[in-house]
């Protein structure tokens, strides 16, 4: 059993920053690869970013150099530093893991376990 809890959303003005974090149950942690997905009104699923069991990470071409995610193993949290906000960034945001020490992807059915998202609005 492997709970995922999202936590950091809101409404931001276009520009803006907001940090979200997902805190993780279970002692493998370490052995997870974390992605983070959104989803907007009338949208599919959207892979955003993805950080390895090693360290290495993974963005969507439209959030490169505006979005940061990083993990802190002690802490078994992995979160979504959110920069430069856009309108078109409006989604839930869900944050997903992928156990076993696996590769990263970006696809949301190489993912195990899923947190139920956070909201984050960017007005204009």
């Known amino acids: 059993q492997v709970q995922l809890v999202e936590s950091g959303g809101g409404l931001v003005q276009a520009g803006g920053s907001l940090r979200l974090s997902c805190a993780a149950s279970g002692r493998t942690f370490s052995s997870y690869t974390m992605g983070w997905f959104r989803q907007a009104p009338g949208k599919g699923r959207e892979f955003v970013a993805a950080?390895?069991?090693?360290?290495?990470?993974y963005y969507e071409d439209s959030v490169k150099g505006r979005f940061t995610i990083s993990r802190d193993n002690a802490k078994t949290t992995v979160s979504l530093q959110m920069k430069s906000l856009k309108p078109e960034d409006t989604a839930v945001y869900y944050c997903?893991?992928?156990?076993?020490?696996?590769?990263?992807?970006?696809?949301?059915?190489?993912?195990?376990?899923w947190g139920l998202g956070t909201q984050v609005t960017v007005s204009s």
């Open positions: 997903a893991a992928r156990g076993g020490y696996r590769s990263l992807t970006g696809t949301p059915n190489g993912y195990d376990s």
């Open positions: 950080i390895s069991w090693s360290g290495t990470t």
